[in-house]
């Protein structure tokens, strides 16, 4: 039977992540040139009060949020129009001044940071929403908007953002775009690949592409896509156009317990039988993860905490009754299958909030225990886990039981994220022992080295092992074609 009464508990904190040494940096480009102070006086002319050249303001600008990745950058550019990003890009391909885009700088693969000294772009100050379509549900808005605000904009209008990030309080929609951000309701609303309708790109020779459509159905090419997950290499995306959802009228949040993965698997199967067109969310969360977050926030878990995997499912719709007579009946068979053998449903957004703080607070948990080597895989469904037993059977072999393995991720999607906490902090011992075999692993079930993250400085290098070797050779002429001299983003994304 299924408990309606939520335990209260402390406020989670989070604890900063320890700093990693262990990846290469790829050597300095002698193609370009460095900043001179007669480019900072010209950048000082587009932008007035647009440059930062203060060691101690630039510093939050050369590290992500990690404390992982850090550059050497020694001007951030903070551009308010389209045509500001145009100017300086232009000017930086006549000079060539690599150039590295940032949004909210919330990425775990180091995109989002200069590599050594490129000039940083930021779009914090594009932050205004242009326009917002009622009737056809389309916002147009400057890719410096944070994807909180656009969602409160949103809600207080009756509609929602589709896209939903733990780091939505920071995370810009111009990088959420730029990485193609998948998030916990990719199931009910798709990628971004889908929800963008149209968006305004500066290339990096300083050509705007004004592609700024609000079509839903468009056959005279299709643009827009080359930019999305193009991860800032290609172009800066300065305004965008999305297609959003109505905000649902009727939510419901269900905690669940699972004997097994299989039991997981077959409670997925089911929640799509029972509840297809009101299904939004399906998480799960293995056992050992659910420990580490019990165990750093000292909270109180809503069920009982002994149980192997857990799974969180939610649902959208828009008659409370009717979706309750659905989840209910969902949840009446997936517990005489013997598939769920505990579970508790949110009686109120506390309830929820209380319940997603538990997969959401995960992360940065297992961090506060050590330093955690993070990858975010996709697979398919059935082997999903089978990734986390054999990097936790590698562990056990070499004697290492001061390293956790822990898995949790998208069901609907097919993402796992394994993340790996050694104790004794940083190891390339532990490192050794999870690379290359994560990847290895990935390429021989078919998998692919990056479900949402993006590629970054961190997966490069890695990059053919899921990619063949043509895919590869055309996004490198791609870049070549749209980039000629190299000058955005370098040393990220695809390989040499």
Same mark, same amino acid.
């Given at each position: 039977?299924?408990?309606?009464? $939520? #335990?209260?508990?402390?406020?989670?904190?989070?604890?900063?992540?320890?700093?990693?040494?262990?990846?290469?940096?790829?050597?300095?480009?002698?193609?370009?040139?460095?900043?001179?102070?007669?480019?900072?006086?010209?950048?000082?002319?587009?932008?007035?009060?647009?440059?930062?050249?203060?060691?101690?303001?630039?510093?939050?600008?050369?590290?992500?949020?990690?404390?992982?990745?850090?550059?050497?950058? @020694?001007?951030?550019?903070?551009?308010? /129009?389209?045509?500001? %990003?145009?100017?300086?890009?232009?000017?930086?391909?006549?000079?060539?001044?690599?150039?590295?885009?940032?949004?909210?700088?919330?990425?775990?693969?180091?995109?989002? %940071?200069?590599?050594?000294?490129?000039?940083?772009?930021?779009? &914090?100050?594009?932050?205004?929403?242009?326009?917002?379509?009622?009737?056809?549900?389309?916002?147009?808005? *400057?890719?410096? =908007?944070?994807?909180?605000?656009?969602?409160?904009?949103?809600?207080?209008?009756?509609?929602?953002?589709?896209?939903?990030?733990?780091?939505?309080? +920071?995370?810009?929609?111009?990088?959420?775009?730029?990485?193609? #951000?998948?998030?916990?309701?990719?199931?009910?609303?798709?990628?971004?690949?889908?929800?963008?309708?149209?968006?305004?790109?500066?290339?990096? =020779?300083?050509?705007?592409?004004?592609?700024?459509?609000?079509?839903?159905?468009?056959?005279?090419?299709?643009?827009?896509?080359?930019?999305?997950?193009?991860?800032?290499?290609?172009?800066?995306?300065?305004?965008? =156009?999305? @297609?959003?959802?109505?905000?649902?009228?009727? %939510?419901?949040?269900?905690?669940?317990?699972?004997?097994?993965?299989?039991?997981?698997?077959?409670?997925?199967?089911? #929640?799509?039988?029972? =509840?297809?067109?009101?299904?939004?969310?399906?998480?799960?969360?293995? !056992?050992?993860?659910?420990?580490?977050?019990? *165990?750093?926030?000292?909270?109180? $878990?809503?069920?009982?905490?002994?149980?192997?995997?857990?799974?969180?499912?939610?649902?959208?719709?828009?008659?409370?009754?009717?979706?309750?007579?659905?989840?209910?009946?969902?949840? &009446? /068979?997936?517990?005489?299958?013997?598939?769920?053998?505990?579970? +508790?449903?949110?009686?109120?957004?506390?309830?929820?909030?209380?319940?997603?703080?538990?997969?959401?607070?995960?992360?940065?948990?297992?961090?506060?225990?050590?330093?955690?080597?993070?990858?975010?895989?996709?697979?398919?469904?059935?082997?999903?886990?089978?990734?986390?037993?054999?990097?936790?059977?590698?562990? !056990?072999?070499?004697?290492?039981?001061?390293?956790?393995?822990?898995?949790?991720?998208?069901?609907?999607?097919?993402?796992?994220?394994?993340?790996?906490?050694?104790?004794?902090?940083?190891?390339?011992?532990? &490192?050794?022992?999870?690379?290359?075999?994560?990847? &290895?692993?990935?390429?021989?079930?078919?998998?692919?080295?990056?479900?949402?993250?993006?590629?970054?400085?961190?997966?490069?290098?890695?990059?053919?092992?899921?990619?063949? *070797?043509?895919?590869?050779?055309?996004?490198?002429?791609?870049?070549?074609?749209?980039?000629?001299?190299?000058?955005?983003?370098?040393?990220?994304?695809?390989?040499?």
């Amino acid at each position: 039977m299924f408990r309606r009464a $939520f #335990a209260q508990s402390a406020i989670f904190r989070r604890i900063p992540l320890q700093l990693r040494w262990g990846s290469a940096k790829a050597e300095r480009d002698d193609r370009f040139a460095k900043l001179q102070n007669e480019d900072v006086d010209f950048f000082k002319q587009i932008l007035p009060t647009g440059v930062v050249t203060d060691s101690d303001q630039l510093e939050r600008y050369n590290a992500d949020w990690l404390n992982q990745w850090h550059g050497n950058s @020694q001007v951030v550019l903070k551009p308010s /129009t389209t045509q500001q %990003v145009s100017h300086i890009l232009s000017y930086c391909n006549s000079r060539r001044l690599a150039v590295c885009p940032q949004g909210g700088n919330t990425g775990l693969v180091g995109g989002s %940071v200069p590599v050594h000294d490129e000039i940083i772009v930021s779009l &914090e100050r594009m932050r205004n929403v242009i326009e917002f379509d009622e009737v056809s549900g389309a916002i147009t808005c *400057e890719a410096g =908007c944070v994807l909180e605000n656009l969602d409160t904009y949103l809600n207080e209008r009756g509609f929602a953002m589709p896209l939903d990030l733990g780091a939505k309080g +920071t995370c810009q929609i111009g990088g959420n775009v730029a990485t193609n #951000a998948g998030g916990l309701r990719f199931l009910r609303y798709g990628s971004l690949h889908q929800n963008v309708l149209g968006l305004k790109a500066v290339l990096p =020779c300083g050509t705007v592409i004004d592609h700024m459509n609000r079509l839903k159905k468009d056959n005279t090419g299709d643009l827009k896509q080359l930019f999305i997950g193009s991860e800032g290499t290609l172009g800066i995306i300065t305004e965008l =156009c999305l @297609q959003v959802p109505v905000k649902p009228l009727s %939510v419901s949040v269900a905690l669940l317990a699972c004997p097994s993965f299989a039991d997981v698997q077959k409670t997925f199967v089911m #929640a799509k039988q029972h =509840c297809s067109e009101i299904l939004s969310a399906c998480e799960f969360m293995d !056992a050992r993860s659910v420990q580490s977050f019990i *165990e750093v926030t000292g909270k109180t $878990f809503p069920i009982d905490p002994d149980h192997q995997f857990y799974m969180v499912v939610e649902t959208h719709g828009s008659n409370g009754d009717h979706d309750e007579e659905k989840l209910n009946g969902f949840l &009446e /068979t997936v517990m005489g299958e013997g598939c769920v053998v505990d579970g +508790t449903i949110a009686q109120s957004g506390k309830d929820m909030a209380e319940i997603w703080e538990c997969r959401e607070g995960i992360s940065p948990a297992m961090s506060s225990k050590g330093y955690t080597y993070k990858y975010d895989i996709s697979l398919p469904v059935p082997r999903m886990y089978d990734l986390v037993e054999d990097m936790r059977a590698r562990f !056990a072999d070499t004697g290492r039981d001061d390293v956790l393995t822990h898995g949790f991720g998208h069901l609907g999607d097919g993402n796992v994220h394994m993340n790996i906490t050694s104790t004794k902090g940083f190891d390339p011992d532990v &490192e050794a022992i999870i690379e290359p075999f994560v990847y &290895e692993w990935t390429q021989k079930n078919r998998g692919s080295i990056s479900a949402e993250h993006g590629i970054g400085q961190m997966k490069r290098d890695v990059l053919h092992m899921t990619k063949s *070797e043509t895919c590869v050779g055309l996004m490198r002429q791609l870049k070549t074609l749209m980039d000629p001299n190299g000058i955005l983003n370098p040393y990220k994304v695809v390989p040499e």
